[in-house]
Nanobody
Framework: QVQLVESGGGLVQPGGSLRLSCAAS????????VSWYRQTPGKERELLAA???????NYADSVKGRFTISRDNAKNTVYLQMNNLKPEDTAVYYC??????????????WGQGTQVTVSS
């Protein structure tokens, strides 16, 4: 079983920064990919960024240049550094993990989400 716990959300003023953390535990194999998503009421979950265990990253155009995904494999933790936040970044942020074992993939597993509110 895989557990993901997000933290680091909160209230921040426009132009401010936050760093979200996604701590993973359980049966996680060394080959995996973690993604950050966000969701607002009435909208589909939006993929923001992803990182593989080899540190290859990808970003959505909407956050490229403002958000940075990184990971500490020793801590089984993935981070999302968010800079120059805008009111439209307000959402619940989720992390998701898929891991690979042999020829099989497992997941995605989801955390419970953390609220980010950007407001003056």
């Amino acid at each position: 079983q895989v557990q993901l716990v997000e933290s680091g959300g909160g209230l921040v003023q426009p132009g401010g920064s936050l760093r979200l953390s996604c701590a993973a535990s359980g049966s996680i194999f060394s080959i995996n990919a973690v993604s950050w998503y966000r969701q607002t009421p009435g909208k589909e979950r939006e993929l923001l960024a992803a990182i593989t265990s080899g540190h290859t990253t990808n970003y959505a155009d909407s956050v490229k240049g403002r958000f940075t995904i990184s990971r500490d494999n020793a801590k089984n933790t993935v981070y999302l550094q968010m800079n120059n936040l805008k009111p439209e970044d307000t959402a619940v942020y989720y992390c998701s993990l898929i891991y690979y074992s042999g020829s099989s993939s497992h997941g995605p597993y989801w955390g419970q989400g953390t609220q980010v509110t950007v407001s003056s």
